[in-house]
T-cell receptor, first 113, second 117 residues
Framework: DAKTTQPPSMDCAEGRAANLPCNHS???????VYWYRQIHSQGPQYIIH???NNETNEMASLIITEDRKSSTLILPHATLRDTAVYYC??????????????FGQGTRLTINP | DTGVSQDPRHKITKRGQNVTFRCDPI?????LYWYRQTLGQGPEFLTY????????KSRLLSDRFSAERPKGSFSTLEIQRTEQGDSAMYLC???????????????FGDGTRLSIL
C-alpha cells in the first residue's frame, strides 16, 4: 500500500503557483520523498525528490516539513501543460526492497486558463 | 530522443493469444523495471532487472508472465494465454544503479497499451 495521502483533485489558475500537498506521517529516517507526474496517455515523468532538505530544480520545488511528516510540491508558474496526475511516493534510499515505486491514487491537477 | 522506448504503443489481441512487448532503456542505465497500470489507478510494480539478472518479482507476475533481459540491454515482457484482466498499460522504466546517497530516479517510457478482446 502507498504510504502517502494526497487530495484527489486540485485546480489552479494559469500563471499562478500550484502547491500540491502530501502527507507521509509514517515515513522513516532512510525514506525519500519522490514526486512524479503523469500526463494523459504518457508514462510517469520524474519531477524531484528529497530526504529532509528543501530541493529545487528547473521543474519544481519540494518543501519538506522539519518532522518530515508532510511535504509540498510547488510549481511556481503553472501552465496548461502542467495539467496531470501528480504522485507523491515514499521510497527507501537503500536496500533490496527499495527498488519498486509504490504509487497511490495521486492528485489530479487541472490548470485553468 | 534518448529516453526509454517501448514497442508497440498499442496492442489489440484476442483472449488466449500470446503477446510480447519490448523495452529499450536509457543506454547508460543498468536497472530496468516493469510496471502495470489499469484505468484510473497508479502504476503497480511487476519486476526489475539489474543488468541481465531478474532480482525481484511481484506476486502480480503470474506464471503466464515472463520477463527477460538477455544481454542486459533491452527487455521483453511476454504474456501467455492472455485474459481479459490483462488489459492494461504496461510501463517500462530504467535507472542508474544506486550511489552512496541511495537509489536513483526511475525514468519511464510511454508504455504499451494492451487491449484483450
Amino acid at each position: 500500500d502507498a504510504k502517502t495521502t494526497q487530495p484527489p483533485s486540485m485546480d489552479c489558475a494559469e500563471g499562478r503557483a500550484a502547491n500540491l500537498p502530501c502527507n507521509h506521517s509514517t515515513i522513516s529516517g532512510n525514506e525519500y520523498v519522490y514526486w512524479y507526474r503523469q500526463i494523459h496517455s504518457q508514462g510517469p515523468q520524474y519531477i524531484i525528490h528529497g530526504l529532509k532538505n528543501n530541493e529545487t530544480n528547473e521543474m519544481a520545488s519540494l518543501i519538506i516539513t522539519e518532522d518530515r511528516k508532510s511535504s509540498t510540491l510547488i510549481l511556481p508558474h503553472a501552465t496548461l501543460r502542467d495539467t496531470a496526475v501528480y504522485y507523491c511516493i515514499v521510497r527507501e534510499g537503500h536496500g533490496q526492497g527499495a527498488q519498486k515505486l509504490v504509487f497511490g491514487q495521486g492528485t489530479r491537477l487541472t490548470i485553468n486558463p | 530522443d534518448t529516453g526509454v522506448s517501448q514497442d508497440p504503443r498499442h496492442k489489440i489481441t484476442k483472449r488466449g493469444q500470446n503477446v510480447t512487448f519490448r523495452c529499450d532503456p536509457i543506454s547508460e542505465h543498468n536497472r530496468l523495471y516493469w510496471y502495470r497500470q489499469t484505468l484510473g489507478q497508479g502504476p503497480e510494480f511487476l519486476t526489475y532487472f539489474q543488468n541481465e539478472a531478474q532480482l525481484e518479482k511481484s506476486r502480480l507476475l503470474s506464471d503466464r508472465f515472463s520477463a527477460e533481459r538477455p544481454k542486459g540491454s533491452f527487455s521483453t515482457l511476454e504474456i501467455q494465454r492472455t485474459e481479459q484482466g490483462d488489459s492494461a498499460m504496461y510501463l517500462c522504466a530504467s535507472s542508474h544503479p544506486p550511489t552512496t546517497v541511495g537509489n536513483q530516479p526511475q525514468h519511464f517510457g510511454d508504455g504499451t497499451r494492451l487491449s484483450i478482446l
